[in-house]
């Protein structure tokens, strides 16, 4: 007998981990199990003798990390017995509501802020068969409605406040540390809604508790200058950047990166959309890594940090959530 085994996505990999039960039925796309790239010619251009690594999350199937969170969402929605979600959104996670839904039969309701959001992803929103509701405002706008919808409507929310998001968004951590056998030294990641920090940070803590690793890494959490709350100290009420998946004011997992950043040693840095725009080219340029802006941001603190030498010392790792077909 054969003893291959097909690849059939992250819950099923990580069953043990997260909160499903033999009789759950579980909608996937083959999401997770995504490359890690060594960066070879950046950290030679800088100079510097550093391990720097991305994680190819534009490989997922509908571009971005969101399907993590959106399989694990989506699953429980079903065993509940839902028959419609609904989620706010910049871009990737109305992608990944949509297909999902579409995956499982049930219906996608998308709030999207006017003008601000990438063409491509709305046409991919579409093609999936979602409802899509153009409100007047911004993300953090968006946000306060879906709360308000659900609270009087039967469907289910699967932005990063739904805590099944978080669980299979933590997976990421659980295959990088599979990945290179260990946790790694500095984990940077761009910061947003903050579900993203939140979802690594547990993900790294439950291998540490389980002594699948020896060590966790230090968070660090780069925004864009114009959209910058961890940096403010306080949430900010008209976020701007060109970095949409990052535009983001009132984040909603606040307490949660906090923690994660003080557990780990951690910090928040913020970077001028000309700073990100330079790192996406970069990376596109001398590694042939192409990501969206927001995924570039975590190039340009990880540069920043290295640069400023506050981190000489040790290998260095960095990950970026890639969308292929954005902006
Ligand atoms: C959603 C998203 C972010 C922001 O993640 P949060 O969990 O909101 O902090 C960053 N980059 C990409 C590509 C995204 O899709």
């Given at each position: 007998m054969s003893t291959h085994k097909h690849y059939t996505g992250l819950i099923e990999r990580y069953r043990d981990r997260?909160?499903?039960?033999?009789s759950t039925r579980i909608i996937s796309l083959n999401e997770g199990n995504t490359p890690m790239i060594q960066l070879q010619n950046i950290p030679r251009l800088i100079g510097k003798e550093v391990d720097i690594y991305v994680?190819?999350?534009?490989?997922n199937p509908t571009g971005s990390f969101k399907d993590r969170g959106m399989t694990m969402a989506v699953t429980k929605a079903v065993e509940d017995g839902s028959q419609a979600i609904i989620c706010a959104s910049t871009g990737n996670t109305s992608a990944a509501a949509a297909a999902y839904a579409a995956r499982a039969g049930i219906k996608a309701f998308v709030l999207i802020p006017d003008g601000k959001i990438a063409q491509g992803k709305l046409a991919q929103t579409l093609m999936y068969g979602a409802e899509i509701i153009q409100i007047n405002g911004n993300f953090d706008k968006g946000m306060a409605l879906v709360k308000e919808i659900a609270d009087h409507a039967p469907v289910t929310i699967?932005?990063?406040?739904?805590?099944f998001r978080i669980d299979g968004q933590k997976t990421a951590a659980f295959e990088i540390v599979d990945d290179l056998g260990f946790a790694p030294d500095y984990h940077c990641l761009p910061v947003g809604n903050a579900g993203n920090i939140t979802a690594y940070w547990k993900g790294y803590c439950e291998y540490a508790a389980g002594r699948v690793c020896s060590s966790r890494p230090i968070m660090c959490g780069y925004q864009a200058a114009g959209a910058a709350p961890f940096l403010a100290g306080h949430m900010i009420d008209e976020p701007e950047t060109i970095a949409t998946a990052i535009?983001?004011?009132?984040?909603?997992s606040w307490d949660f990166a906090w923690a994660a950043q003080k557990e780990s040693g951690g910090w928040f840095e913020k970077f001028t959309d000309e700073q990100i725009l330079a790192a996406q080219k970069m990376l596109s340029q001398y590694e042939g890594i192409f990501c969206e802006p927001a995924s570039a941001t975590s190039l340009a603190g990880a540069l920043h940090d290295i640069g400023s030498g506050k981190r000489s010392r040790y290998g260095y790792f960095s990950m970026f959530c890639c969308a292929s077909c954005d902006d």
């Open positions: 997260l909160p499903v039960s033999a994680k190819f999350e534009g490989l699967v932005n990063s406040i739904n805590p535009r983001i004011g009132h984040p909603q």
